[in-house]
């Protein structure tokens, strides 16, 4: 089948490299999100999806949206007439695809959505199996509608989160594994062996986009919340905390954590929550059940380093705490 492929981050890209190599399709055109500008150099950089398409030399756009008004933008409904697709496949674009699109392409746009649908409907399906402490996630391929992530499903895949997976590890092993299953469900369409299979109305959940705010640790919930919530947000937007030292307040970023420090040499038997203590080797916080040790941290304007390097070169004042 002839493809398009709509995608942005580094998680999309290998879905798009499967289905650049697979036998029996063809991706003949890809839709990223614009260029940013970023850094202290204002470089312009291109998406991962747009990068690794123009590496497999596929012709590449990057509207700003594809539609104004409701109705989808002429220039971008006239590059997708040329590009005459059989089929449309989104991973992580980033973009609202119009309801005047979607019937473009013969059948459709199939979604590639990192969790077990209906479950985690939204911007952040990953993040949001892990703080709720899901044992099992996974991926579903679904038929683009007008709703969020309501259309009938193709396929699924399930995997357990490992007990110390963060959201970038759990969301990588989803984006090769997916990638695969990706490719399947195109296999089925093209064959007209597979359909899909409308959603059930219960077990509903969401996952809104996140913010900032909701990666800052509140550290007098117990441990495994709190854990969860810092592996839940590690990479992006990356948990923090305020380190109040008394005349100064800095925001640091925080690794996960390890639990069972108790016999640890130096470790402290009870901290109250947020309450800092330092040996040579460990940093331990307090939570509203137990101690807990930091992993390592990012203090303002420096790299990811060991907590206790950190502490060493912090110098915290007594009775420092984490809020």
């Known amino acids: 089948m002839r493809v398009i492929f709509a995608g942005t981050p580094a998680v999309a890209v ?3 490299n499967a289905l650049h190599d697979s036998a029996d399709h063809q991706v003949v055109g890809v839709i990223s999100r614009p260029d940013a500008v970023s850094g202290r150099g204002r470089k ?9 398409a123009d590496e497999l030399g596929i012709d590449v756009i990057t509207p700003a949206r594809l539609h104004h008004g409701g109705e989808a933008d002429p220039e971008v409904l006239a ?9 449309a496949a989104v991973v992580a674009y980033g973009g609202l695809i119009p309801p005047s699109l979607l019937n473009l392409p013969t059948h459709g746009w199939v979604n590639l959505h990192f969790s077990l649908l209906p ?10 199996a892990i703080a709720a402490g899901d ?34 590890e759990l969301l990588a092993r989803l984006a090769d594994e997916g990638s695969r299953l990706l490719v399947a469900t ?7 062996e597979l359909a899909p299979v409308a959603q059930p109305d219960h077990d509903v959940s969401r996952a809104a986009k996140i913010t900032v705010d909701d990666a800052h640790v509140v550290w007098d919930r117990p441990a495994h919340i709190v854990a969860r919530l810092i592996r839940a947000h590690t990479p992006d937007p990356g ?22 420090v108790g016999d640890a040499p130096g470790a402290p038997s009870a901290l109250d929550p947020g309450e800092v203590a330092v040996t ?4 331990y916080v307090g939570t509203a059940d137990e101690v807990v040790a930091l992993t390592w941290v990012i203090p303002p304007g420096k790299k990811q380093m060991p907590a206790a390097d950190w502490a060493r070169g912090a110098r915290l004042a007594p009775g420092a705490v984490l809020r």
């Open 14 to 16: 290998p879905s798009l």
């Open 44 to 52: 312009v950089n291109r998406s991962d999806v747009a990068r690794r």
């Open 79 to 87: 590059t997708l007439n040329r590009w005459a697709p059989d089929c």
């Open 119 to 128: 479950a985690w409907r939204g911007a952040a399906p990953v993040q949001a």
């Open 135 to 168: 044992a099992v996630t996974g991926a579903s391929t679904f038929q683009l509608d007008a709703g969020l992530d309501t259309g009938p499903v193709y396929g699924t895949l399930t995997t357990e989160i490992g007990a110390d997976e963060t959201s970038g």
């Open 186 to 192: 195109f296999d089925g369409i093209g064959s007209g």
């Open 239 to 260: 948990a923090w905390a305020l380190v109040d030292g008394g005349d100064t307040e800095t925001r640091l970023r925080v690794g996960p954590l390890r639990r069972g």
């Open 280 to 283: 040579k080797k460990a940093v």
